[in-house]
């Protein structure tokens, strides 16, 4: 009697036990947790709703007020198409690189940032912050990849890895002389060739006769032009402030670019034209600045272009200004990773991430919303592939360069009708860097980085703008630079190169 007792018992139990899970099953699959790729229901006072899962994205535009009706019109898209919703963690651009670098250090989930060097991209690939990207881009976003070259993919690589997806932009760089144009008709410079520095010394002599008491002959700031000309001079820079290779050689080899040749004679051609009263004499010591430049002062100066620029140059120097070649287009690996997204490994959802990504990459719709807003709101159209925006329409954030592919953004008053078209041409077209893809650490030789740019900080802003004797005060920092240690630099990035170059 008492074993049957038991059995009854046994069964009433495991009928219990049963039903509870089944109980449990029906309300799990209402739950609000949302902590997969899928989109859930979830019940509210009887009546059922769709939830997505959130894909953040910090970026650094400046503040819009209507961000976020913008970004709702974006999620109608996102929801349909992806099956997730975008969450843009907005960051103003001055607390940038310091508000990534405690959101990282703090482990903080979100899904993507806008990356660069200046923002610390090796950094934060050493230290595991960022996902490999090369399977997600491959079936997530097969037109992202498939629409930029494979040398360009190349830039992006840490140890054979992807770890940023690339910003379609201007890549292949190259620059030469602006000329204001009422001094360019009157000079008639379009019969001239004009190409080097010494044919525009011969140029500037006769500027200086023309100019009146408020022109500036040419411009220039602290910063020099050196840096900033350096595929002129035949020269590819590997890092920010010390190395460089020889362009075209394919085996090439790391030199102090303040050592050679090229730097010599740029500091010396730079000391007449500062003698000759061609440089302004508060160069050593002026920062850039667009209120400078934008006076319509300025007769002459050195620049980088891209196709179609005319319109925005001639507003930022607050005159019209004729361009004057000097260069082939240039790619190397610094001008391919200046503006990236690239995935937190705290991501909650990569693949909708990277889906989202492909969608701003390839949609022309999805861009031009992000970029430029609602039609009819905050621009409207004026061609099928024109606009006009609307002046304080309360969304103008200026980050067509820091998202996605600029080739599919809509024209603004000014660009050309086949810019984009141009744009493409000089990329595809452009020499690529023999060091395509070699990224220089500085970790061991760190000390050594600091003392040598301690040395450059004191004596660069006066030789790169003119304003001393060349021979004497080159002569003093190469000797300071020798004693700081530049050459351990050199040997290391010779022993990096060597490295990249036997991994090919």
Known sequence: MRRNMMKVMTTILTFMMLFSMVGCSKKEGKSTNVDTNESQVKENDGQTEKTYPKVTWYIRPSAQQDMDIVVEELNKIFREKVGAELEIKRVDPGDYNQKMMTTIAAGEKFDMMHSAPRYGFYDNVAKGAYLPLDDLLKEYAPKTYANIKSEFWDAVKVDGKIYGVINYQIFGRENGFRVRKDVYDALDLSSKEIKTFEDM??????????????????????????????????????????????????????????????????????????????????????????????????????????????????????????????ETPFVNTQNVIATMTSLSHTSPNPEKAMQILELVNTDPEVYNLLINGIEGKHYKKVGDNRIEPISNSGYAPNCGWMVGNQFNAYLLPGQPDDVWEKTIEVNESATISSAMGLSI???????EYVQCKSVLD???????????????????????????????????????????????
């Open 201 to 326: 010394d011969e140029i500037l002599v006769k500027m200086a006769e023309i100019a009146d008491g408020d022109d500036i002959v040419f411009n220039m700031n602290k910063e020099g032009l050196f840096n900033n000309s350096l595929t002129y001079h035949g020269l590819d820079p590997i890092d920010n402030d010390m190395g460089v290779i020889r362009i075209g050689d394919n085996k090439p080899v790391a030199e102090n670019r303040y050592a050679t040749e090229e730097f010599k004679a740029y500091v010396n051609m730079m000391h007449k034209w500062y003698k000759s009263g061609y440089i302004p004499k508060d160069s050593p010591t002026r920062e850039y600045s667009r209120e400078f430049v934008a006076t319509g002062r300025i007769m002459a100066s050195w620049d980088n272009h891209k196709p179609g620029d005319e319109y925005e140059v001639n507003t930022l120097y607050g005159t019209e200004m004729e361009y004057i070649p000097s």
């Open 458 to 504: 004191e004596y660069l802003p006066a030789l790169v703008t003119g304003a001393v004797d060349a021979d004497k005060h080159l002569s003093d920092m190469l000797d300071k630079l020798e004693q700081a240690g530049i050459q351990k630099i050199i040997d290391e990035e010779n022993r990096q190169i060597q490295e990249f170059l036997s991994a090919q």
């Open 441 to 447: 650490d500085i970790t061991s030789v760190k000390n």
